[in-house]
Nanobody, 127 residues
Framework: QVQLVESGGGLVQAGGSLRLSCAASGRTFSSYAMGWFRQAPGKEREFVAAISWSGGRTYYADSVKGRFTISRDNAKNTVYLQMNSLKPEDTAVYYC????????????????????WGQGTQVTVSS
């Protein structure tokens, strides 16, 4: 079992920045790829960013490319999502997710491939 806890959400004005954190505990000795997803009211959960176990490979949704940066610190079992130049359309609940037992450079954008999910953190961007 892996437990994921997100933090760092909040209310920010358009153009501002936030950094989300996702702390993993439990079976963290296994290699795992990580992803960030978000869900706005009335919409389906969508992919935001993903990172491989090694951190050497990352991938972003077109809507956040150039504004968001995903990173990880395996010594701290923590993944981050730095969000800059935030827009009102970024408003959503943000979730981190983990896929266990992967190769060092594996990542996925497929929501159904992830094994564990956090409880989510709210990000609200005002115009």
């Amino acid at each position: 079992q892996v437990q994921l806890v997100e933090s760092g959400g909040g209310l920010v004005q358009a153009g501002g920045s936030l950094r989300l954190s996702c702390a993993a505990s439990g079976r963290t000795f296994s290699s795992y790829a990580m992803g960030w997803f978000r869900q706005a009211p009335g919409k389906e959960r969508e992919f935001v960013a993903a990172i491989s176990w090694s951190g050497g490979r990352t991938y972003y949704a077109d809507s956040v490319k150039g504004r968001f940066t995903i990173s990880r610190d395996n010594a701290k079992n923590t993944v981050y999502l730095q969000m800059n130049s935030l827009k009102p359309e970024d408003t959503a609940v943000y979730y981190c997710a983990a896929k266990l037992f992967v190769g060092s450079y594996y990542y996925t954008t497929n929501i159904y491939e992830y094994d564990y999910w956090g409880q989510g953190t709210q990000v609200t961007v005002s115009s």
